[in-house]
């Protein structure tokens, strides 16, 4: 733990909107799709639905995913950085983020048996 891995979000115009939150973790890139922009300050809580792990090249990725693929739409690098794992259970990652636009701890917290977790900064000073 403690060592820098990679951090990036993809802002997917696909069917919907959405954000997609990477985090460099066993070998893949670990993967939640957040529906709304992701929180900047605490006091913010976003959904983050966990999604299928992609390949750690997928984080450089940027441009149009043809009509007719899954995922179709343009994808482009909303934030990019980052991160050490402060904290790894079967049910909440603690991070602490050092990206362009978001920094500092942020949690991941999972739902009661459900892909559903989530995703928020944690107040300062409060670790």
Do not use: C
């Not at 605490?42 to 995913?65: C, K, M, Q, W």
């Not at 991160?83 to 079967?90: H, I, S």
């Amino acid at each position: 733990m403690g060592e820098d891995k990679i951090y990036v979000i993809q802002k997917h115009a696909a069917t919907r909107l959405h954000y997609d939150l990477r985090l460099e973790m066993d070998g893949v890139l670990k993967s939640w799709t957040v529906p709304k922009e992701p929180p900047t300050t605490s006091g913010v809580r976003r959904l983050a639905v966990r999604v299928e792990d992609h390949p750690i090249e997928y984080a450089e990725f940027e441009g149009t995913i043809p009509e007719g693929e899954y995922g179709a739409g343009t994808v482009e690098i909303w934030d990019k950085g980052t991160y050490q794992l402060l904290e790894r259970k079967e049910n909440k990652l603690i991070i602490k983020i050092n990206g362009e636009k978001i920094k500092g701890v942020y949690v991941l917290l999972k739902f009661k048996n459900d892909k559903n977790w989530l995703f928020f900064k944690k107040k300062e000073n409060k670790i």
